[in-house]
Structure formats: structure tokens, C-alpha cells
């Protein structure tokens, strides 16, 4: 059973700085590209950030140079560091593939002074 769970949100202010954790189960994790995705009120679900098993990383314009992505094969985990948040970047956040699985919990990041 394949299963993601997210950690690490919470209320930062602009400016600040969070790291998200995702922990897979039940699937091979090392063979896959990872995808973080966030969907804000009103909008679809959206790729933020992916990186493969071979270390290359892709990001959306709005996080690029702010966000970045990266992965412990050895524990299944992948992480997504984000810096100087803004309120644009408030959504819940979840971790993936691509097409991707039965979806996490994700974790919420509020961006808010």
C-alpha cells in the first residue's frame, strides 16, 4: 500500500523559511523522480519542484531561486526547503509522483504576517 506522509508546515512569516519532509511507503522510492505539488484555495494542484533518482531538479517559475528539492533514497524521504516565503506561496503542500499515487494528507504552509 502505497502511502505519503507530509511534515513541516506551519504559519511563517514573509520572508521565512520552512522544510517540508515527505516519507513514502510501499513503493520503490530510489527508482522514481519525486514531485512536490500545492494546491491553493480555488486552484488546481500544481508541480512546485521534482527531482530525479539522478539528482536533476526542475521548478516552477514562481519558486525558482527560493525552493529547493532534494532526497534520502536511504529513507525513503524527500525534502523540500523554501526561503524567503511569500503569501503567494500559502497552499497545502504535498509530495508525489508523477502520474501520481493515492495522495497524502500534505501539510499547510501559511504565509502571513
Known amino acids: 500500500q502505497v502511502q505519503f506522509v507530509e511534515s513541516g508546515g506551519g504559519l511563517v512569516q514573509p520572508g521565512g523559511s520552512l522544510r517540508l519532509s515527505c516519507a513514502a511507503s510501499?513503493?520503490?522510492?530510489?527508482?522514481?523522480?519525486v514531485y512536490w505539488y500545492r494546491q491553493s484555495p480555488g486552484k488546481q494542484r500544481a508541480v512546485v519542484a521534482s527531482?530525479?533518482?539522478?539528482?536533476?531538479?526542475t521548478y516552477a517559475d514562481s519558486v525558482k531561486g527560493r525552493f529547493s528539492i532534494s532526497r534520502d533514497d536511504a529513507k525513503a524521504t524527500v525534502y523540500l526547503q523554501m526561503n524567503n516565503l511569500e503569501p503567494e506561496d500559502t497552499a497545502v503542500y504535498y509530495c508525489?509522483?508523477?502520474?501520481?499515487?493515492?495522495w497524502g494528507q500534505g501539510t499547510q504552509v501559511t504565509v502571513s504576517s
Open positions: 527531482r530525479t533518482g539522478y539528482g536533476l531538479t
Open positions: 510501499g513503493i520503490n522510492f530510489s527508482i522514481r523522480p
Open positions: 508525489n509522483t508523477r502520474p501520481p499515487l493515492p
